[in-house]
């Protein structure tokens, strides 16, 4: 995740520093809206922090540690209003719709034991953030944002070995930069979401084995992170 991160990183950076020397305005008067639209597509990279707590099953002392393997990008879509609150400050509001996955490892210390689920993960996201712009030069203008975003899952993962709680509340960083072409503008951003709710649900009464209990139990609780590199149009 962190190797993602870095490449996601330098790649907006790199499009935050082109045209050093002037060059003709385009949009000129684009900023002065006092509520603007657009809309926005992009990739994701779901993770989830788990805190695994070393429990040994009684009946068959297994002891199972879990953790995300691998990450395979998923995919954004939402809508933005804006409403321009002064010169260099916004306000967001973004409904998005987020489909992913999450592939969790199941590793039991005493027979070496590996089992996976493939934890599927739809959202509906209500992202309220602020953006702060720097001044525009040329046809670029860099920023960043900061928000929270209300998040509600619905995948119902029944008899899995894992189940999420369907609410959860992210805060949410990011930064991007505005780049004015002569009919719209184009917006890459890089936002870096971190959950705030305990989002394992530890009681399975859907479970009809009771022996995937070991699964929920070998965790006191886990909290889910995004992160999405998102392409705007206004």
């Avoid at 040994?56 to 409403?83: H, M, R």
């Avoid at 934890?119 to 953030?129: E, F, K, V």
């Avoid at 119902?156 to 949410?172: G, H, N, S, V």
Wanted: positive net charge.
């Amino acid at each position: 995740m962190k190797r993602t991160t870095i490449l996601l990183l330098s790649a907006l950076l790199c499009l935050c520093s082109f045209a050093q020397k002037e060059s003709i305005m385009n949009k000129p008067f684009i900023d002065n809206r006092k509520l603007h639209w657009g809309f926005f597509v992009g990739l994701n990279f779901m993770d989830m922090e788990l805190k695994n707590n070393g429990h040994i099953d009684p009946q068959t002392g297994e002891q199972w540690f879990t953790d995300v393997s691998k990450y395979n990008p998923g995919f954004s879509v939402g809508v933005l209003g804006a409403l321009r609150l002064n010169r260099y400050m916004e306000l967001r509001l973004t409904p998005t719709m987020h489909f992913g996955q999450k592939f969790l490892k199941m590793h039991d210390n005493v027979s070496a034991r590996d089992t996976t689920q493939n934890m599927h993960t739809n959202y509906i996201a209500m992202p309220l953030s602020v953006k702060f712009a720097a001044p525009r030069h040329n046809n670029f203008r860099p920023y960043f944002t900061f928000g929270l975003s209300p998040t509600l899952c619905l995948n119902k993962l029944d008899q899995e070995a894992f189940k999420t709680k369907p609410f959860d509340c992210y805060l949410e960083v990011g930064m991007g930069c505005d780049i004015y072409l002569p009919y719209f503008k184009l917006i890459p951003e890089l936002k870096f979401c971190f959950g705030l709710a305990d989002v394992i649900s530890k009681r399975r009464d859907d479970l009809l084995d009771k022996s995937m209990m070991k699964f929920p139990n070998s965790v006191n609780g886990g909290s889910a992170n995004m992160i999405v590199l998102s392409l705007y149009f206004e």
